[in-house]
């Protein structure tokens, strides 16, 4: 396609889980709309483990204000009552705006380019209270930003990235920082890649990690509070014109975490809707 959406969720703000209508559902890429195209993006997304579960939902829109550069918003919600770590892979109860500039875009052949973009934004607590340890914490706003990379051709995709976010402090309190990171190997057989008027399938292989700092509690650190998780699963995207249907599921492959506090989180999954209006310069992909 000519042109890609975005995720809110590439900001490392609310998470990664909103897919770009080619791109994979957990992990860090780089496209971004092209100019005046507006991008939707809605899903649920569930985490479970032995401490509980938590699900979410959200809406995320982007728009393109220069072809390389994107504004984005995210407006999330959650239920359930789990004791689950931080993550910024998974959206938690914040509001995020933000922008991500796509720095570099070379295309090497035909149909194949090498990317780079960079996302930075604001997060903001909602209307929703957190559960498990997070509950009774005093929230403030927080910055995130992050750094994906990649190539994408035809047939194939790889993209690399990383996010961090920070909180400031209130009354004392101040929710973990987040280092997050991904890793994403996609593939796209011959068969699969039909014409506009026709469904398109991508599979991808998504390795994603997170890493949080310890919680600050009214001045005090919680004792064993950090943690850190990698988790591996596959995804799939399905294309029909101006719309994309993503979905899949990652169980841990590694696990630092106290399970006094957080239990054995045993699975995460999610599935995510996205339409594409494309701008009047631009009105097929």
Not at 54 to 83: E, K, M, R
Request: glycine share 12%.
């Amino acid at each position: 396609m000519k042109s890609s959406m975005v995720l809110a969720c590439a900001l490392s703000l609310p998470g990664i889980a909103f897919a770009s209508d080619h791109g994979p559902v957990f992990s860090y890429e780089t496209p971004v709309n092209s100019q005046g195209e507006v991008s939707c993006d809605a899903g649920i997304f569930g985490r479970s483990g032995s401490k509980g579960s938590q699900f979410s939902t959200g809406t995320g829109c982007g728009y393109g204000i220069t072809p390389h550069i994107t504004a984005n918003v995210f407006l999330p919600a959650t239920f359930g009552s789990g004791s689950l770590p931080e993550s910024r892979i998974y959206p938690g109860s914040e509001w995020s705006a933000g922008a991500s500039w796509r720095f570099l875009h070379s295309v090497t052949s035909v149909g194949k380019r090498i990317e780079s973009t960079a996302s930075l934004g604001v997060v903001v607590p909602g209307p929703q209270q957190d559960s498990g340890v997070l509950a009774g914490l005093h929230r403030a706003p927080g910055i995130a930003g992050s750094l994906a990379t990649g190539l994408a051709s035809r047939s194939q995709y790889v993209w690399v990235g990383g996010g961090y976010t920070r909180f400031a402090e209130a009354s004392q309190s101040r929710r973990p920082d987040t280092i997050s990171w991904s890793g994403v190997y996609g593939y796209r057989p011959a068969k699969l890649r039909r014409g506009y008027h026709q469904w398109n399938y991508r599979g991808f292989a998504e390795l994603t990690g997170e890493h949080t700092g310890n919680v600050r509690a009214e001045g005090a650190i919680l004792p064993n509070s950090s943690t850190t998780t990698v988790w591996l699963g596959p995804s799939i995207l399905a294309i029909f014109k101006t719309v994309s249907i993503s979905a899949g599921v990652q169980a841990p492959v590694y696990r630092d975490a106290s399970d006094s506090l957080y239990g054995r989180e045993h699975v995460r999954f999610a599935i995510n809707f996205s339409y594409l209006k494309f701008s009047a310069h631009n009105s097929s992909p």
